[in-house]
């Protein structure tokens, strides 16, 4: 019911700067996270940034400084703006929102279908 669909993904330079889109559509009470998860190459999914509800942000250390989450709340969109992008930056990347559909229902994730972010020269 609730759709998700990232956008943005694709190659850049490493120095580049890249930014992706998430919006989420569908019926949807209320989000308490939204964020950005990567999984390289042969290795575990890992956080890059999330959001709370409250607008507290965190990010992968790896990340810090150079990568920002900020959102939308009135168009239920996320986004993931990513400066001096360097070739460690290379994965998939997948949008990650943690809401709830109906109030008294359980909270769950509802995931982009991911995008590649290819750092190279």
């Known amino acids: 019911q609730v759709q998700v669909v990232e956008s943005g993904g694709g190659l850049v330079q490493p120095g580049g700067s890249l930014r992706l889109s998430c919006v989420a559509s569908?019926?949807?009470?209320?989000?308490?996270?939204m964020g950005w998860y990567r999984q390289a190459a042969g290795k575990q999914r890992e956080l890059v940034a999330a959001?709370?509800?409250?607008?507290?942000?965190n990010y992968a250390d790896s990340v810090k400084g150079r990568f920002t989450i900020s959102r939308d709340n009135t168009k239920n969109t996320w986004y993931l703006q990513m400066n001096s992008l360097k070739p460690e930056d290379t994965a998939v990347y997948y949008c990650?929102?943690?809401?709830?559909?109906?109030?008294?229902?359980?909270?769950?994730?509802?995931w982009g279908q991911g995008t590649q972010v290819t750092v190279s020269s």
């Open positions: 959001i709370v509800s409250g607008g507290r942000t």
């Open positions: 990650n929102a943690n809401l709830q559909e109906t109030p008294g229902r359980p909270r769950r994730d509802c």
């Open positions: 569908g019926s949807i009470f209320s989000f308490y996270a």
